[in-house]
């Protein structure tokens, strides 16, 4: 009986063990990024496979979200810090949002990052049928699913994950 405990204590103790010391969200596989187009505000498009090797973070929004506009400028500061390390961001306006009020939002605040608009949702059911907002997810350099935050991130833990994730890709390269 004791053997058999200790067959599956183990495991757990040792998935506990990365959960708390390396902040990991479980113990299953990891999950890949889907495969996603970005149509961006200036006509250009983007995808997941163009920022494989990055650490990014993907940020569903809306123009008439008071919590997504308020957390504009610390994306806009966490993008800025990393940038120049490999880190990229692509905000996606949700299907909702009216074209003219995304571009105009990202004019008149210089968003430095890149700006999408998810014209028919597609995006956004992609990844895990996004529907609150604000909702973001970090991947990390291989395109794994890093961690999701629903609600603005606290941006001192999330800047420390960064930097954990981007000193991780470049002791692999």
């Known amino acids: 009986m004791i053997t058999l405990l200790l067959r599956h204590v183990r495991p757990l103790l040792l998935c506990g063990l990365l959960v708390g010391t390396l902040g990991l969200s479980g113990c299953a596989q990891p999950e890949i990024a889907p495969k996603s187009t970005f149509v961006l505000i200036n006509g250009e498009t983007s995808n997941t496979d163009a920022l494989k090797g990055k650490v990014f973070l993907v940020n569903f929004w809306a123009t008439t979200c008071t919590s997504c506009v308020?957390?504009?400028?610390?994306?806009?500061?966490?993008?800025?810090?990393?940038?120049?390390?490999?880190?990229?961001?692509?905000?996606?306006?949700?299907?909702?949002?009216?074209?003219?009020?995304?571009?105009?939002?990202?004019?008149?605040?210089?968003?430095?990052?890149?700006?999408?608009?998810?014209?028919?949702?597609?995006?956004?059911?992609?990844?895990?049928?996004?529907?609150?907002?604000?909702?973001?997810?970090?991947?990390?350099?291989?395109?794994?699913?890093?961690?999701?935050?629903?609600?603005?991130?606290?941006?001192?833990?999330?800047?420390?994950?960064?930097?954990?994730?981007l000193a991780q890709r470049d002791t692999k390269t």
Do not use: C
């Open 70 to 165: 308020a957390e504009m400028p610390e994306l806009a500061s966490t993008y800025q810090k990393f940038a120049s390390e490999g880190f990229d961001l692509v905000a996606v306006a949700m299907s909702y949002d009216p074209p003219a009020y995304v571009a105009r939002f990202a004019q008149t605040r210089q968003l430095p990052f890149k700006v999408a608009i998810d014209h028919d949702g597609t995006i956004a059911k992609a990844w895990d049928e996004v529907r609150l907002t604000p909702t973001s997810f970090l991947v990390n350099a291989k395109g794994e699913i890093v961690k999701r935050y629903v609600g603005a991130p606290d941006f001192d833990a999330l800047h420390d994950l960064i930097r954990a994730l």
